[in-house]
């Protein structure tokens, strides 16, 4: 653009130019327009990579929340079926099912048996001091 606005500058104060020159001169207004036009769109899709990169960052989180909420469920999940175990360990849980009462249903010795190796295996012992 610089050596356009020169090329006129010369035109003006009355200077040759050769034919080359004399074109681009002419061209001058369809330059400095395709110029123009080319920073809009370089400003366009600055503002689109910038929206994207939001877009991006905002799908990342939402992504890593619902995986934080899928592992709380799977733990919630666990947890709850150690609890449901260890309640097997009960002398008094045990009674219940061995005779089908208090609401427990009926359970042979031997699947009573089974479920409480599995809730010895499966839960950990704690320690009420810690």
Same mark, same amino acid.
């Given at each position: 653009?610089?050596?356009?606005?020169d090329?006129?500058?010369?035109?003006?104060?009355?200077?040759?130019?050769?034919?080359?020159?004399?074109?681009?001169?002419?061209?001058?207004?369809?330059?400095?327009?395709?110029?123009?036009?080319?920073k809009?769109?370089? &400003?366009?899709?600055?503002?689109?990579?910038?929206?994207?990169?939001?877009?991006?960052?905002?799908?990342?989180?939402?992504?890593?929340?619902?995986?934080?909420?899928?592992?709380? &469920?799977?733990?919630?999940?666990?947890?709850q079926?150690?609890?449901?175990?260890?309640?097997?360990?009960?002398?008094?849980?045990?009674?219940?099912?061995?005779?089908?009462?208090?609401?427990?249903?009926?359970?042979?010795?031997?699947?009573?048996?089974?479920?409480?190796?599995?809730?010895?295996?499966?839960?950990?012992?704690?320690?009420?001091?810690?």
């Open positions: 653009q610089l050596k356009l606005e090329y006129k500058d010369r035109l003006k104060k009355g200077e040759a130019l050769n034919q080359d020159q004399l074109e681009a001169v002419e061209k001058y207004d369809e330059v400095v327009h395709n110029l123009e036009f080319a809009e769109l370089q &400003k366009t899709f600055s503002g689109l990579s910038q929206d994207l990169l939001k877009a991006q960052k905002k799908a990342q989180r939402r992504e890593s929340l619902l995986k934080l909420e899928a592992e709380k &469920k799977k733990l919630r999940t666990i947890l079926v150690q609890y449901v175990l260890q309640n097997f360990t009960q002398d008094h849980v045990q009674k219940d099912f061995k005779g089908g009462v208090n609401g427990a249903i009926y359970l042979p010795s031997k699947e009573l048996d089974y479920l409480i190796r599995f809730a010895k295996l499966t839960c950990p012992e704690r320690n009420e001091n810690l």
